[in-house]
């Protein structure tokens, strides 16, 4: 009998069309040792793949697939599931249109339903629009949201990887002037201890060490620059440690990142989107996954935006897209 295929099926959503998901889609699925490591399948339009297949001059055969397809995998080809009850219309590339934003989350969907039903065995998302999903109706501010919701789970947090690090975030799309009133002792415990679980869960860490970032400099300085550490951060740190979970008290940032790279934590919880960011964009721009924890699904992301202004021209860069389908397969052949 022949041996059982044990390569990860990954669906791969295209993201927002008008964006460069398809095209970093399409420059990752020709390099010959990403069939070695899964088996790829594409959750987004047929018509724009081959678009693109074509406008890159890749040696890629699109072919569209049904469901679960014992063909996956092979050489040469891009397999694709379309899930749109018709073809997208004409569209403008690097534009919001309410019908992109539209498919994009038709792609997800489709994604999450495979994944809950065994038949894929990761999902990895491209670039989504995240005016363009509101303009379509669906009022998220992200991915995480849209699937913590498709999948009814109740406590998600992003993490982020790249290099040494990795960072949960007890914020993300927030104004720094409406930080301190988002920064509650209930998100923070649960970045905590969502962070603490992906360290164990997803990395093998038995006893994770978890970096918890201050707010303000120098970690307030006893309340002189502000309160946020002894009022809502501090008072999070210590009741994950009454829970068993190693969490500092809060540190000043701008020397916990460095002790974080040297091997003094396994994780950190930053406060805020650029708190965490610049770092890991220092350090690994381009190749930074995004790995949702909370979910019943496995789900990495590409650390980059639908980049509109180059979308079409031909120069994006799939390195992100790579090092998620990496994490993914990785991930999912340990589970």
Known sequence: MPQADRRPILGLTMGDPAGIGPEVI???LARPDVIRLCRPMVIGSKQVMERTVRALRLPLRTVAVKGHDSQLGRRDELPVLDPLERPLGRFPMGRISKQCGAASVAFITKAVELARAHCIHAIVTGPINKEAINKAGHDYPGHTELLADLTQSHEVGMMI????????????????RRLPLALTQARIGRAIRLADRALREYFGVARPKIGVAALNPHAGEAGLFGDEERDHILPASRRAREA???????????????????????????????QGLIPLKLLAFG???NLTVGLPIIRTSVDHGTAFDIAGKGVADPGSLLEAMKLAARLAAAR
């Open 244 to 274: 068993g979970i190693q969490a500092s008290d809060p540190l000043p940032a701008d020397t916990l990142f460095g002790k974080a790279v040297r091997g003094d934590y396994d994780g950190v919880v930053a406060m805020y989107h650029d």
């Open 287 to 289: 190749r930074c996954v």
């Open 161 to 176: 990887l790249g290099g040494p690090l990795k960072i949960m975030f007890v914020t993300t799309h927030v104004a720094i």
């Open 26 to 28: 399409a420059k990752a």
